[in-house]
């Protein structure tokens, strides 16, 4: 029997952003494109910026778990688009579309049981499945309350 199944199923949920606040789906439901790329006073990003730059983070979190030859971007400029607006609805779908198919991969990843979730990564310098699943959980929900409180300044939330 395996243990750590509740442990998984944890991460999962904290992957999936389901609790305490808003998830991806809820941030991004809606939200119009013209919108997308409006950087309201005081605001540092704009939608497009912050949904790409999740979506660019949480792909280079999951390669770099599962891949030793993964080369992250370089910091900061790889991880944030050149834009405010993205280029085209198609592209928006798009970064939509490869956020959820990579938290889709680290949920997989998590809840393998040939995942050994505390094993450090041979190919890093201490860490974890464990640790990486819980960075992603982390900066996805950080960045998830910068887009809903954009989306309050734009008077585009429920």
């Known amino acids: 029997m395996d243990t750590s199944e509740p442990l998984r199923q944890h991460i999962v949920i904290l992957l999936k952003g389901r609790g305490a606040h808003a998830d991806f789906e809820a941030a991004v439901a809606g939200l119009p494109a ?15 910026q912050l949904v ?3 979506r660019i983070a949480q792909w280079d979190i999951l390669e770099f778990t599962r891949d030793p030859k993964h080369v992250s971007p370089a910091w900061p400029e790889g991880y944030w688009p050149a834009t405010e ?3 085209s609805d198609s592209a928006w779908d798009a970064t939509l579309a490869k956020f959820r198919g990579d938290l889709e991969g680290l949920q997989s990843l998590v809840s393998d049981p040939g995942t050994d979730l505390l ?3 041979a190919h890093g310098q201490g860490q974890t499945v464990l640790r990486e699943a819980l960075l992603a959980a982390d900066h996805n929900a950080y960045h998830i309350g910068q887009l809903v409180m954009l989306r309050n300044l734009l008077g585009a939330w429920k």
């Open 52 to 54: 790409e730059h999740l």
């Open 85 to 87: 607006a993205a280029p």
């Open 119 to 121: 094993a450090p990564l």
């Open 34 to 48: 013209h919108l997308r790329g409006v950087k309201p006073a005081g605001a540092p990003h704009t939608a497009w």
